[in-house]
């Protein structure tokens, strides 16, 4: 039997996909889709604020949010989740999964350099923002810090 050249490179790809041990899981996650912001002030620490932040959302209503601040000692974590995004005709009203809500700043803290951004996990109905600034909770802060 002779083999040519096609055949046998047809011949690797498909031992070597049949072989990979890299298989998809059976759900995939997921994508989470998020924006960094590229100035401002720099806030490693509103990681640690993820997990309350996303455990204490309530239900919001279609276009509307709900916010939460967190101080450290040199500045504070703006926390957002603003509901959006229908896929139908009657808008919806929930609470965010809060599985969605960490997954997404999670991604945030671990991309942005620790400017902060935004994102929603793909076809999600719900934007969730962590934005470090200047200044402690309840303070007034001049535009744009």
Known sequence: ??????????????????????????AAAPVVRRTCFTAGTVGTECGQFIQDFCNSLTSIAF?????????TPNFKCDFGAFLEFTN????PVGTPAAATC??????????????GGFGNVSGGPTT???????GQCKQLEAPGT
């Open 1 to 26: 039997m002779m083999f040519n050249n096609n055949m046998i490179l047809t011949t690797i790809v498909l031992a070597f996909s049949m072989t990979s041990t890299d298989a998809a899981p059976s």
């Open 128 to 134: 969730f923002t962590l934005d470090p600034n200047q």
């Open 102 to 115: 960490i997954d997404t700043l999670n991604n945030v803290t671990n991309t942005c350099g620790g400017f």
């Open 88 to 91: 139908g005709l009657t808008p």
């Open 63 to 71: 276009r509307n949010n709900e916010a939460k601040c967190y101080d």
